[in-house]
């Protein structure tokens, strides 16, 4: 059996007495690009940030690469793990942020650079080369030499992935990564986006992007109210007749995008 | 004014640039160390640093200097009141500067921060790569204002007996009776140093500009 690029086991998350993910259960396939959709407040970028231990879960567990991350099961209590596990099962793990988050005081090159100088270690003349051919790959080798600010929001985000590519992820996570873009920028993203696909990173996506999520990925997963409505296959989402939930949220959130699957 | 008055004047403005240069830098230094533990999650010394902050931005400058003056020959320590004076500088201006720097932590984006974190550093790489370089660049202009304040407050040092230029105005008026061009020369001598401290801080400003959309 392949093991899964992440596993969700029955996970809770609460802020206060506000229950944001309730019993999500969710295999990401490995090689694949696993989409979730939903409205506002549905818990998809609280769910992406619970798998990024960015959020600690109030329950369940999450493993990645089928290793437990955070919490795992023994005897059947859930127990806390080591930090030290924790930091070298998330080093699989690469995340691209909607607002790119960017090191306003590094270069692009030093942006990429950096993890691999102060987490991996290695001598700064081989993380500059790695971090070059990392921007040449997102298509930006010209503007290593540039500061955040000098840039596009589109070419910072490709800055971004690039840096999260650097360290050879087993899983990308990308959570919103195109909704602070122009419409004119998302293309450049995506595109990137779509050559990693093709090359068969694991991929978990946020997006709103219903066009690029139809067709690129092999399984989108539809969230309302911190839970799970529909997983599957684009083709079995989408299908008509569509869950009442799915068929709204597409006509109030998505007018100007969902033309194409009507 | 006489030559003779004005070099006594200027060696003056040397001891007070001098004081007030080592109080700047030292102060800095310890405020980032207070700032750290400040914003720690060591509830215990967080309230420590918390509790200095708030003793020596609450006591004035010059009850802080008798205090220490006075409070180190008892601990055993016999220091000369130069010493005296630099502890209680540094100490106070530190307590200000934990607080600017404090400010300027926390208005580090959090999401810079969580970059850091799931590209895997510690909070010890993170803090020394990422948030400390834009925190202190945030924090230049209130670190400078502090510098050009802790400047003035020197004069207050010849309360333990140290020799600086308020003091030696005074005491060349005094002894001239002619206060006047003294107290414009101390005057002019004191903007002179102030420029010198905002030009060097504008120079870093240019240095270190964070640069944002």
């Known amino acids: ?22 019993r999500i259960n969710l295999t990401i396939p490995a090689g694949q690009v696993t989409c979730l959709i939903g409205p506002s407040g549905s818990g998809k970028s609280t769910l992406l940030r619970c798998i990024a231990m960015l959020e600690e879960p109030s329950a369940g567990i999450i493993s990645v690469g089928g290793r437990p991350l955070g919490f795992s099961l023994e005897n059947g209590k859930r127990v806390k793990l080591p930090t030290a596990h924790n930091r070298e099962v998330r080093g699989q793990i690469g995340m691209v942020f909607q607002q790119f988050n960017l ?13 691999l100088k102060t987490v991996r270690r290695m001598p700064k003349a081989q993380a500059n080369e790695i971090a070059g051919q990392k ?51 998302t293309g450049e993203v995506l595109n990137v986006m779509r050559k990693l696909a093709e090359q068969g990173m694991s991929m978990i996506v946020v997006s709103h992007e219903i066009g690029f999520v139809a067709s690129v990925a092999s399984k989108v997963v ?11 296959t684009p083709q079995e989402v989408f299908a008509k007749p569509r869950h009442p939930r799915l068929a709204q949220f597409l006509d109030t959130y998505l007018d100007r995008e969902a033309v194409m699957l009507a | 004014m006489s030559w ?25 230094a310890l405020g980032l160390f207070v700032c750290g533990v400040a914003l720690s999650r060591f509830r215990a010394a967080a ?8 003793f020596f ?10 205090l220490v003056y006075h409070l180190l020959p008892v601990l055993g320590l016999n220091v000369s009141s130069a010493t005296a004076a630099l502890v209680a500088l540094t100490l106070c201006t530190a307590a200000y500067q934990a607080e600017n720097l404090r400010g300027a932590f926390l208005s580090v984006p959090n999401g810079l921060v969580e970059a850091a974190d799931v590209v895997g550093m510690t909070p010890w790489q993170r803090f020394r790569r990422i948030e400390a370089p834009i925190a202190l660049r945030l924090a230049i202009p209130a670190l400078l204002n502090e510098a050009v304040a802790i400047l003035h407050a020197s004069a207050l040092i010849s309360v333990v007996g140290v020799i600086e230029l308020t003091k030696t105005a005074r005491d060349l008026a005094a002894s001239t009776l002619e206060p006047l061009p003294l107290y414009a020369m101390a005057g002019a001598l004191y903007l002179v140093m102030n420029m010198v401290l905002v030009y060097g801080g504008r120079l870093a400003e240019r240095r270190f500009s964070v640069r944002t959309a």
């Not at chain 1, 090191?103 to 993890?115: D, F, K, Q, R, Y």
């Not at chain 1, 539809?222 to 599957?232: A, E, M, Q, S």
């Not at chain 2, 309230?47 to 708030?54: E, F, K, Q």
């Open chain 1, 222 to 232: 539809f969230l309302d109210h911190g839970r799970v409505v529909l997983d599957g």
């Open chain 2, 4 to 28: 003779k008055l004005f070099t006594l004047l200027v060696q003056a403005a040397g001891a007070t640039a001098l004081f007030s240069a080592f109080a700047v830098v030292a102060g800095i």
């Open chain 2, 57 to 66: 931005r609450g006591v004035p400058l010059l009850v802080q200097l008798l």
């Open chain 1, 135 to 185: 921007l040449d790959e997102v298509g930006l080798a010209h503007r290593r030499d540039y500061y955040p600010a000098q840039l596009s929001g589109g070419q910072q985000q490709r800055v971004a992935i690039a840096r999260a590519l650097a360290l050879e992820p087993k899983l990308m996570l990308f959570d919103e990564p195109t909704s602070s873009l122009d419409p004119e920028l």
């Open chain 1, 1 to 22: 059996m392949i093991i899964p690029a992440a596993q969700v086991d029955g996970l809770d998350k609460e802020f206060g007495t506000t229950r944001v993910l309730d």
């Open chain 2, 47 to 54: 309230g420590v640093a918390r509790l200095y902050v708030s």
């Open chain 1, 103 to 115: 090191w306003p005081h590094m270069t692009a090159l030093g942006n990429v650079a950096e993890a």
